[in-house]
């Protein structure tokens, strides 16, 4: 796991609400960016050109039908959902939803995994305070 990962998220307790805030924040493609480039070395105007290019390959692939797979970390498939029979109640009369497909994302073993360690810090984190709380009294 990333040390940069590590540290942010082992920071001392946290309100509530600044809880929630700090799970909320997004990351946005110039973010992205500064942090591959701070990574790998490489310029940023390469990074932004294999950015919009990756882009593009996951809308083509998924124009064309198919899955993208990259192993332990993601799956992006289109779904289609079969034509579907309803009831409206406002109309009073059967309707007819026509097929349509969606996109799937599902996250492979790493992100996965990265989740139940987050959970596991959050868990970590309320039995301390509950401990802090009991010691207190």
Known sequence: IDTKIEMRISYPKYTQQQEEKRMNNTVNKKAIVNKIAEKTGLYKKDIREMLFAFQEVIQETMQEGDRILLHGFLTIKPV?????????LQEQS???????TIIKCYPGSELRAMEEWLNEENIE?????????Y???
Do not use: C, F, G
């Open 80 to 88: 289609l959902i079969r034509e579907k029979q309803y009831y409206d």
């Open 135 to 137: 010691n207190d009294d």
């Open 94 to 100: 059967l309707k007819t939803k026509p097929a349509h």
């Open 125 to 133: 984190e309320e039995s301390i305070q509950e401990e802090e709380k």
